[in-house]
């Protein structure tokens, strides 16, 4: 390889935190894709999306990245000079949860065990249980045991029949991880239960709000058609 050809290898990597496999490292990026105002035939703003996808050379899984910025969104540099402002987060693999309608201890909680997934499968499953017993609480859950504030929260009619098992599946390997019980742990049995803790919170948290938010647009909507 020329040393022109290397210099253009490390210019794509970049430290980034592995979320499968929890090493910070640098990444190659394998894809870009760019979309903002120059794409727009009228546009009142200048504003830029990109996407980049990063390759992790330990576990060999990817990373995807959303980079934001606009004219609205300024920083102070040194001199007094201003400079665009970048959001970025990573939008998958998931490791937090954005929805202002999720509290934000169990938001808090949720993200900290996703984050402690490629790390400590043990930990992890512990968090999450932790998370499950948190959100059980901020719906009016007073029993002792989690299995009992899981039964107090589904005879509410809060939890539908499968996430009522749901539950019950993450409390059995949260309670596995927490008191060493002989039931082999693997990877795939982290992913699913953290998938589960995330339906749980998207159907008493996130689908209502995205629900009353509709209503109220459309409530909106018919108020101006009316008038």
Known sequence: MSLRS???????QEIIKCFHCGNETPMQKVGEYTWGSRDVEFSEIDFLYKYELFACPVCHKVTL?????DETMMNCCDYDQLSYFDERSIL???NSIESKSVPQKIKEAYSAALKTKGIDKFICLMALRRTLELLLKDKGATKWGLKDKI???AAKGLLPDTLKEAS????LLGDTAAHDKELEIDEHDVEAMAEFIGFIIEYLYIVPDKINTYKKRLDAKSSTQKE
């Not at 990245?65 to 910025?69: F, L």
């Not at 019950?168 to 409390?171: G, N, P, R």
């Open 92 to 94: 998958f693999p998931q």
């Open 151 to 153: 039964e107090e929260i």
């Open 65 to 69: 990245r959303e980079t934001y910025s």
């Open 6 to 12: 290397m210099d253009l290898a490390q210019e794509k």
């Open 168 to 171: 019950s599946l993450a409390k």
